[in-house]
């Protein structure tokens, strides 16, 4: 017994390790098909829910405390983490342990199902990062992999991941069910494979040249602070000329790119009108407004009009300011719908979608990230162009500037902690189809996820009554 329990603890801290491998590096997230693996083949052996629970709590603790190290968090932000985490994975291990033996093919689907929904649950329930939380997130690392999200969002990708690892597990331990367990897996990977290929060979529409400019507030954009003249000059003006000799219609710049009071308001518009109207461009600028304690963006025409504002909606744990009311709107340029929105904004569907109902062709999404949260960062929004399908432009005041395509490609990125201010141009080309998940959401993969558990249950409820009643 003491051996079986130690093969379930070593089993939940390689799972957990292997689950994390890609939050780390994205190219890794493969190891997620293997990470659950082990402990399915436990189960399906000892049958022990207790034990694979126990498994749960080694996996949470190895998935969760190497990222929260690396990201040094706020204590009660990794304490509420490290909890509710490993609390989600011992849910899972259990959920392993009860419906993975009910049957070869249902219980599979059924445990994809189980963390189908616990995804959603972790995203939703306890929103530190929104969307960002998913245990698939790095995934986007792959995006012909992933299509599929369009319809099912981020968390769809974990019914896959665990459904073929369940019917991987069958067919090591029951050499009669093979057959079903391999057929089964085709038919699944074929399945994603035909909806993956037919979105990515989707004709684009039309494109639109786009550029975004950051820097790093703390001083080492060479020496330079945006709210003076000189930096103004080098890190805005500048950068702008040049997107707009290259064919840029709009300049974007990072979340909070400069700071600006009430009474200084006229001048601070006059320096971005002047540049808007001389290069004849679209800006879209973060900045707080210092005397309304709020962390904003505005649209400016290139006649130099400020056609609309919008406060972030979404602040990060500790974040200072207040909150805005999720008042989203849109510009159209040159045809195209383009909308914005801020930094943490975009791990919430409630506004990505929203611009998925609108038919927005480009989103636009001023940041400001710190070193160890970058990366994960953008591995997360490029979920929310592929779900969504619309190109992301990310100005970084901190962090990485970067163009997105609607298929969640990276077109080009500047990191700027390694390599200074400087900008990112591009055509970002548009598609106008709206996204299943756009319109309807997280609902249908939620009513599906529960009517695979369902099913598997009344299943086995009825397979109990006919051995009861032939006396097998």
């Known amino acids: 017994m003491r051996n079986s329990l130690h093969r379930y603890r070593l089993a939940g801290v390689a799972g957990g390790l292997l689950l994390g491998a890609g939050q780390f590096l994205g190219y890794l997230c493969v190891f997620q098909l293997i990470a659950l693996l082990p402990l399915m083949v436990f189960a399906l052996r000892d049958k022990r829910p207790r034990w694979a629970a126990l498994a749960g709590l080694y996996m949470g603790i190895a998935y969760t405390i190497p990222q929260m190290v690396y990201l040094r968090m706020p204590v009660p932000v990794t304490v509420i983490l490290l909890v509710w985490m490993t609390i989600h994975l011992m849910l899972l291990c259990m959920a392993i342990a009860y419906f993975l033996p009910r049957h070869v093919i249902l219980g599979p689907l059924a445990v994809g199902a189980v963390w189908t929904i616990l995804d959603w649950i972790n995203y939703t329930a306890v929103p530190v990062w929104g969307m960002a939380q998913s245990f698939a997130r790095s995934w986007t690392s792959y995006p012909f992999a992933i299509q599929f999200i369009s319809i099912t969002s981020i968390c ?41 290929t037919i979105i990515w060979l989707e004709k684009p529409t039309d494109s639109l040249c786009i550029a975004a400019a950051g820097w790093v507030l703390d001083g080492r954009s060479e020496g330079l602070n945006p709210n003076e003249a000189e930096g103004f000059e080098k890190l805005f003006a500048e950068p702008a000329r040049e997107a707009a000799a290259q064919g840029a219609e709009i300049f974007t710049t990072g979340e909070m790119g400069f700071y600006i009071a009430g009474y200084e308001w006229d001048e601070w518009i006059d320096q971005f009108s002047a540049v808007a109207r001389e290069n004849n461009l679209w800006l879209v600028v973060g900045y707080f407004n210092i005397t309304l304690d709020e962390n904003r963006l505005f649209f400016m025409s290139p006649e130099g009009q400020i056609v609309h504002k919008y406060t972030k909606t979404h602040l990060t744990p500790f974040e200072p300011g207040h909150r805005g009311n999720g008042d989203l709107k849109t510009v159209e340029v040159d045809g195209l719908t383009i909308g914005a929105m801020i930094c943490q904004d975009d791990n919430f569907s409630q506004r990505t979608r929203y611009y998925g109902n609108l038919k927005a062709d480009i989103v636009l999404c001023p940041t400001q990230d710190w070193r160890t949260v970058k990366n994960a960062h953008l591995q997360a929004v490029r979920a929310r162009a592929i779900e969504c399908n619309y190109g992301i432009v990310r100005g970084a005041a901190c962090g990485i500037t970067a163009t997105i395509s609607a298929r969640g490609e990276v077109l080009s990125k500047l990191d700027h902690y390694k390599s200074g201010s400087g900008h990112v141009i591009e055509d970002i080309v548009v598609y106008k189809n709206r996204t299943f998940f756009s319109r309807f959401g997280h609902w249908p993969s939620l009513v599906g996820a529960g009517g695979c558990i369902g099913v598997c249950i009344i299943y086995r409820r009825i397979e109990k009554r006919r051995r009861w009643h032939t006396g097998v």
Do not use: E, N
Request: net charge positive; proline share 2%; aromatic share 2%.
């Open 156 to 196: 769809g990708v974990l019914f896959i991941v665990a459904a073929l690892q369940g019917l991987i597990a069958h067919a090591i331990l029951h050499q009669s069910k093979r057959i079903p367990c391999i057929t089964a897996s085709i038919v699944l990977l074929v399945l994603i494979l035909s909806i993956d």
